[in-house]
């Protein structure tokens, strides 16, 4: 079933660690988006690429970093994680940027 | 950025039509308008977009006035299982991912 998939589902990190969550999807497009979700707040950008090969920082992106190197997959690191990047991450992605995106089911990241 | 803003929450009853409202009032241009709805635990997912005037489709109706400052969802005769966050975004329709606002929300409760 084409999609798009995040893993890992959950996880628990130590302050301090890096950390890559993982997004690929199947259905070839062009642009891929990770937003965080936290409580109150809605959905917010935090990088997005527009192509294979191209990245931009989206409305929060400080301390993360984001790779596009093939179209399917487009990982989100966290160089050295805080407590304040605990949070629900959505990977989405769309044929271009104005098109409908398609969203992941989701990484509960949890910082101690 | 187009700023967004919708009601935090609305309660309804089964069968009833539902209508939330989003505003944007700095808009741009080529902004597309573009709802979501979103399940607990759940990736957001697509369910109409517009520029101007209407648009229908199997699920929803969506107005939007000639100033297009703000946009309305209308959800026609509710169910139990339209109890859901709705979001209003409002894109670029250059096909860059970078003007990307989502709204806060609106969290929608269908009673029986």
């Known amino acids: 079933i084409a999609g798009i998939t995040q893993a890992p589902t959950s996880q628990i990190l130590a302050a301090g660690r890096r950390m890559t969550l993982r997004c690929t999807q199947d259905?070839?497009?062009?642009?891929m988006y990770w937003y965080r979700q936290d409580l109150g707040l809605g959905l917010r950008l935090i990088h997005y690429s527009n192509t294979a090969g191209t990245t931009g920082k989206g409305e929060v992106p400080d301390g993360y970093s984001v790779s596009r190197a093939n179209t399917d997959d487009f990982p989100l690191t966290l160089a050295s994680a805080v407590p304040s990047q605990t949070s629900v991450y959505f990977c989405?992605?769309?044929?271009?940027?104005?098109?409908?995106?398609?969203f992941g089911p989701g990484t509960r990241l949890t910082v101690l | 950025l187009a700023k967004t803003t919708q009601p935090i929450s609305m309660d309804s009853y089964e069968g009833q039509e539902v209508n939330i409202t989003c505003s944007h009032n700095?808009?741009?241009?080529?902004?597309?308008i573009t709802w979501y709805q979103q399940f607990p635990s759940q990736g957001p997912r697509f369910i109409i977009q517009g520029y101007k005037t209407k648009v229908t489709n199997e699920v929803a109706s969506l107005f939007i006035p000639a100033d297009r400052k703000s946009s309305t969802l209308s959800l026609p005769r509710v169910s139990l299982s339209d109890t859901a966050v709705y979001y209003c975004?409002?894109?670029?329709?250059?096909?860059?991912?970078?003007?990307?606002?989502f709204g806060s929300g609106t969290q929608l409760t269908v009673l029986p």
């Open positions: 700095n808009i741009a241009t080529n902004d597309y």
């Open positions: 259905m070839r497009h062009n642009a």
């Open positions: 975004l409002v894109g670029d329709s250059s096909g860059s991912a970078r003007q990307l606002t």
């Open positions: 989405a992605s769309s044929v271009s940027g104005r098109d409908t995106q398609y």
